[in-house]
Structures are given as structure tokens and as C-alpha cells.
């Protein structure tokens, strides 16, 4: 059918200007016309579209509901509704004296005294005498009741500077981070550290590093191989200074070195400002809080740790901490005792007697002694129990340990018994599964994952996590060039890791992760996190970490607040950042918006810089990212006063 008005269509194009005379003429008439009836309508000449007599009958929300206002107020509101009149308010109902002051918020957050600048809550010297002194359970963790806490912030002390840059620091650090010459004078034969002008020097010596921790670290390659990405991770009890996790980075392994807070004074503090991995940490009568088959390689250089005693106890933790196939070293006393005992002190007899003791308890544990030479001696342990559960036969003692789950360890009491390995099928297959070398190790699927031992997390999960934390650290260099920048930051706190995919996507910086998997957790991924070739501890952040102030030079953490919301008070976990941060340093939290407002309010209170970042899928995401940056403060100077200079 023809459509009439088609020719017309058709027509006007080939008139332009009959019809660009005709369009013009038309729109001002038209614009003219309507601009005259909006004038009109206004003026009162017709009725609104939508009057008052159409709006609903009932009133609006009062004042009074609303805060209270007046009851004249109140009285004009009731006499519009009976009226059906609705009377809208449009008065402020915020004001600026209801919003709380910085300077007042300040107020909940002053500078500690210039004494506990170096406080470690938790393994305070002062507080320890009032505990057991049997079995060292003085020297762990007892933290300080709700009434006991300080809720001020711990001052570095005056003249602190920011620590050398890796990979100079881990050779130097200034006096005044760590103002103690103690063990430049008891260690002063042994080359642990010097102490010349403003700086300390760490020659890379030990009590057993008789050429330096590089020539001790060959000495244990030639027997062990140790570049070939098999071992990646370590443990080094009763570290000293740290030299040989230190000397260890250069060859890809990351080593946790752990000796008690008041041994030797400021041991673990000065492996921290070194930029080497450390915690405060002691054999006593709990469990380390590592989960099972954890490292690659456990260590003991003159520790003087009775390996022996108690049955073996402390072995016994060692092995439930070492992965199969998993290696234990040992030097100093009671090693090679035929050339030092004069030297040491004692008896030949009674050091044949120590080692004696400590070779039948690796027996008892089917370790296997590999080499000693010199003065190292390594055992390994088997790669699984087949062959162990026959040797009970002989072996009496210990036990293999009842059912229970051999990753918890978190004031979990030490036992005397043989941590079971998983079940195998083949006396050949290693227990848990096989760990790839490293690097390959950091992305491969871990052997946890992969036999499903973990519920609720499978191959994919761990896959796709992988490639959202690369995402995010590129995020998060691109929001905040300090990270981006190499050497910047070298001591990193991941306060909630769950797989540890922060860390790995910062692998390739010149930085180490601490990974740190709350006990509230829902699932414990520190097994993981270990099977990765990374390092990590557990912990409960409605307490103190067991380390020295400053330790830090950046905080990372995801969820934290909203997983301890309702445990806690928010305000003791940011002092404990606080006191954890060294001074410029930085702080990134990811949560819900209206808790890091909140967060954010405390750290301003504290006197950080800081902002609120859209989520990296852009802003329409609840989900928030809190940027916060800890200003350069001190302690004064003995005669300045009290109050520190910001």
C-alpha cells in the first residue's frame, strides 16, 4: 500500500531552500509559542500538572522524629497535617560542632613513654617473671589483660633513621634504631656485629661462621644440594643476628629466624633492621606457630637448645614442622666434641653422652643420619611413615600422636609423640604429595589443594585468586608509586594472606612478606602458604605480634576489620599496626566503605596521611581501598621533654 506522505519525504530534501525556509520558520514559531504558555503557567494563569490538592493526605516524617527539633516545631507540623497542608523542611540537621574534632580524636592515641620504645606486649621482660620459669614458659607469649594494655603509640627512639636500603642493610644498620652494644661486646670474637661511629656492621659472622656465614652456607651445599630450588624454606632457631638466613636470600631461600626477646639482647631487633626475616620466638612448652610440613630445612648453630631433654620433645616439634624429605641441621655442641671440648668446657664424656641422646631420639623419629663433617651433622627425615610404622615395633617411643589436626598451633600445648604423616599408597610415594622446585613452586596448584584436603578451595580457586592479587598490586602501584618503586619497602606484613597471593605477586620486588593467617580464619591456609615457597605465621590480631616495634616498612591487609568486628575494639589493632609501622611507613586496607571511615578517622588521628581509594573495579563497589601513610616521628631528646616531635 502507498504511503501518501512518502512523496512528500522525498520531495523536501531536493527544495533545500523552500525547505530549510519552511523548518526555520516552524521551529520559532513553535519555541515562541511554548516558551509563552511556560510563562503563563507560572504567573498563575493555569493550574499546576500536579497540585497540592493531588499530593498524598499523609505528612510528612516531623522534626521531632528526626532528632527533635522545637515544640513550636512540633505544633506548626501537627496544625499543617490536620489541615492536609504537607510543610517540607529544608534545615540542616548536621552541623560542624557534631562532627568529633581531630584534635579531641588525638587525644585517645598520645605518645607512650620514651621507655617503652622498643615494648613487645607480649613477651615483655617485666611481665615475664611472674610466670613459670620450668620449661622456659616464662620467655612465651603472655599477653597483657584488656586493663593491662597501653593504649598510647610507642615512640622510635631519638635520632631514629629510616634503615639502609637492601641489599646494603643487610650488612649495616644505624646505632640509634637499635642503641645497644651489648653483643658487640659479648660477641666481639665471634663477628656477629661492630659497632663504628653512627653504625652497626654485620660482618656475616657466628659463633660456628669461623669464616664467615657464606663459607658455613658452602660447607652445608657440598652435603646438601641447596640451588637446585628443592629447598626454599627455612627455619633458623635461636638465630642470633640472622647472618645465615641472610646469606641465604642470595640463594633463593627464605628462611623465618626466631630467638627469644631477652636472650642476647636485641638479636631478632637487629635481624629486622637488616631487612632479614624474624619473630620473637622460643622452645618452651608450646607448639611454634607453623603449621605441619611447613620447611625445607631446620637449623641449629650453637642454639643451645636441649635437644635431648624431655624425652626429645623439641625433636619432635622439629619433625612435626619439616616437611617429608625435609632436612635438620645441626652444629656446635655436642658435634665434633673430640676437637672442642676444651674449649666448651665439658667432659668428654658428657658430651658424647648429648649426642648419644640426640642420635637415638632422630632414630626414634626414622630420621636418617646423611653426613657429618667438620662440625655440621645433617639427618633428614623419611618422606613418609611406611617403613616408621613398622620400626614402632622397635621404637616404642614415642607414640605416634592420636588424630588431631597437626596444623594447629596456636597456644597449643607441645606433645611427646610422632606427628603422623598423610597416608601413601607406595613405600616410594612422598607423604602429602610432591612439592615442585622453586620458582615453579609459587604458582604450581600445592599438593593441599590439589588432594582436596582443604574443603571448599579447589585447583581453579587457587588459579583464578593467582591472577586477581596480580591485578591488584598493579592497582595498587599505579594508586601509589611508592610501592612501585624498587627498594622503597623490604619488611611486608600481609595481616589476612588467606592463599598468599598477595606476596606472590610481589615476588619479583626486593621485598619479603610475612603472611599471616588469623586463628579466626575460617579455613587455615598456612599449610598453602608454605607449600607455595613462601613464609608466614599464625595469629590472633586481638593481641600483640610477637615482634619489636617498627619492624615493617609497609602493612597490607584484606577484610581484617570485618572479620574481627564484634572481638574486638578496632582501636587496639591499629595501635598494634602503629607500633609494628616504622615511621614512613605505609598502610593499604581493603574493606566495606563505612569501615574504613572509620578506620580512616584513627589513623588521622594518629596523624598519618591517608585517603580512600575506589575498589579497582571501579566505584560502584562497596568494597574500598584505604591508603595511609605513618608520619616521622621520635622520641625526644633526653632533655627536650616528654612529648614527641611531629
Known sequence: MAKPWLPLFHYLPFKSRRANLYYITSVTFLCATFYGLGIWQHSGGISPIISASRLP????????????????KDRSSAEAAANNVVTLDFEAHHAADHLIPVAAADLRFPPCDVKLSEYTPCEDVQRSWKFDRDRNIYRERHCPTLDERLRCRIPAPHGYKVPFRWPESRD???FANVPHKELTVEKKNQNWVKYEGDRFYFPGGGTMFANGADAYIDDIGKMINLRDGSIRTAIDTGCGVASWGAYLLSRNILTVSFAPRDSHEAQ???????????????????????????????????????????????????????????????????????????????????????????????????????????????????TNHAHCKENRKVFKFPPFCPAEDPDRAWYTPMDRCLTKLPEVSDTKDTAGGVLTKWPERLTSVPPRIRSGSLEGITAEMF???????KKRVAYYKLADGQLATKGRYRNVLDMNSYLGGFAAALVNDPVWVMNMVPVEASINTLGVIYERGLI?????W???????????????????FALYSGRCEFEDIVLEMDRVLRPEGS?????????????KNMFDAMQYESRIMDHEQG?????????????????????EGTSPAS
Not at 608466614?536 to 590472633?540: D, E, F, K, P, S
Not at 586481638?542 to 581484617?560: K, L, Q
Not at 598502610?587 to 578506620?599: A, C, E, G, S
Not at 566505584?619 to 632533655?639: D, F, M, S
Open 463 to 469: 588459579r583464578e585468586d593467582t591472577e586477581l592479587w
Open 268 to 382: 631478632v631487633q637487629f635481624a629486622l633492621e637488616r631487612g632479614v626475616p624474624a619473630l620473637i620466638g622460643v622452645f618452651a612448652s608450646k607448639r611454634l606457630p607453623y603449621p605441619a610440613r611447613a620447611f625445607d630445612m631446620a637449623h641449629c648453630s650453637r642454639c643451645l637448645i636441649p635437644w635431648g631433654q624431655r624425652d626429645g620433645e623439641f625433636l619432635m616439634e622439629v619433625d612435626r614442622i619439616l616437611r617429608p624429605g625435609g632436612y635438620w641441621i645441626l652444629s656446635g655442641p655436642p658435634i665434633n666434641w673430640e676437637g672442642h671440648w676444651k674449649g666448651w668446657q665439658r667432659t668428654t664424656d658428657d658430651l658424647k653422652a648429648e649426642q648419644d641422646k640426640i642420635e637415638g631420639v632422630a632414630r626414634s623419629l626414622c630420621w636418617k643420619k646423611l653426613k657429618q663433617k667438620g662440625d655440621i651433622a645433617i639427618w633428614q627425615k623419611p
Open 172 to 174: 649495616m644498620a644505624w
Open 536 to 540: 608466614g605465621t599464625y595469629q590472633n
Open 619 to 639: 566505584p560502584l563497589e562497596r568494597h574500598k581501598i584505604l591508603w595511609a601513610n605513618k608520619q616521622y616521628w621520635t622520641a625526644p631528646a633526653p632533655t
Open 542 to 560: 586481638c593481641e600483640a605480634m610477637s615482634t619489636y616495634p617498627r619492624t615493617y616498612d609497609f602493612i597490607h591487609g584484606d577484610s581484617v
Open 57 to 72: 493526605s499523609t505528612p510528612c516524617i516531623t522534626n521531632s522524629s528526626l532528632g527533635g527539633i522545637g515544640k513550636a
Open 587 to 599: 598502610v593499604i586496607i581493603r574493606d566495606d566503605v563505612d569501615t574504613l571511615v572509620k578506620i
